[in-house]
């Protein structure tokens, strides 16, 4: 609970500060991608936040951001994060190097789940919209 606390009061800052017209979530839910309790309740705390200050949130599952970038041939998160690396020239420096089967992942594939969320949003409908607005 201290950690969704300490979570929840940055994510108010930035609102605060940067004000938003969107914001884009991971969909946690079952159908959407498997992540630990904490981290739904979190993002749906997150969502409740947006909805209370009059913010449009859009989700999306793991399923659709692969598939928004299939064709060009993402089959898994290092391959994701290495095109997020040539949309995002910024980036390329984070790029984190392929997992061996016995190590962890890297803590910067997030940075990149993240971008990919962007990417993804700008590419859908509702993205186009925002960009010609």
């Not at 399923?63 to 970038?69: C, D, H, I, K, S």
């Not at 041939?73 to 984190?96: C, D, M, W």
Request: one cysteine or more; aromatic letters at 8%.
């Amino acid at each position: 609970p201290r950690k969704n606390d300490a979570c929840l009061t940055k994510v108010g800052s930035l609102l605060d500060r940067y004000v938003p017209g969107i914001v884009v979530l991971q969909d946690t839910s079952p159908e959407g991608t498997r992540r630990f309790g904490r981290i739904r309740s979190l993002n749906d705390a997150v969502a409740e936040a947006v909805a209370y200050l009059c913010i449009e949130a859009i989700s999306f599952s793991r399923q659709e951001v692969m598939g928004a970038f299939a064709e060009e041939g993402v089959t898994n998160k290092q391959s994701l994060a290495e095109t997020v690396a040539q949309h995002i020239p910024a980036f390329r420096r984070y790029l984190p190097p392929r997992r061996k089967a016995w190590m962890s992942e890297d803590c910067r594939m997030s940075l990149f789940d993240a971008a990919a969320l962007a990417l993804v949003f700008f590419r859908s409908p509702c993205g186009e919209m925002e960009v010609k607005m």
